[in-house]
């Protein structure tokens, strides 16, 4: 992968993921500049990570924070958040490769953060300081844009979300 030189703060922030196809997706962002997610295949075996690619938000502005797979690995999303927010959606062809979904899912004047797949299944997406969790409807069809719900699922009241969720293991 490429070299992460944290001269800034959001070049070090940000979520790595491994999803159920051993494809390791991993945030950069270099503010101003770009914001991609790096993909890697990961041989559980060995510990051997191999097959850099690039996914490109094709977005310079705001921050790559939160990554996360669909529970069936069709699908990319990442969370590009700043004065607006906006999930970005790919679809894995295949091979493993990358594709910007489009139509994209609009943009919202909330701070997204961290995504996060459920016991439910259910795909979380942190609202920063609301009482709710956006939801998205991962759509495994690579032709089909997935659904993205701001306010997807209450919090008990008194209780607000911030930029990250629990980390937890939901592949093996």
Known sequence: GS???????ENGQGY???????ILAV??????TSNVVELFDF???TGVISNFRTADLNNPNGQVYGVEFSPGGNKLFATLKGATSQVVEFFIDSIGMP?????PIPPVNEELGAIQVGPDGQIYVAVNGEQ???TIQANEDTTQVSTFLLNGF???????????????????
């Open 132 to 134: 709710f969790l956006g």
């Open 16 to 22: 790595m993921k491994l999803g159920g196809n051993n």
């Open 27 to 32: 945030a950069l962002s270099t503010p101003g």
């Open 154 to 172: 209450g919090l008990l009241g008194g209780t607000n979300s911030n930029l990250g969720l629990p980390n937890f293991i939901q592949n093996i």
């Open 3 to 9: 070299d992460h030189a944290v001269t800034v703060a």
């Open 43 to 45: 041989a559980d075996s």
């Open 99 to 103: 594709y910007l979904m489009q139509p």
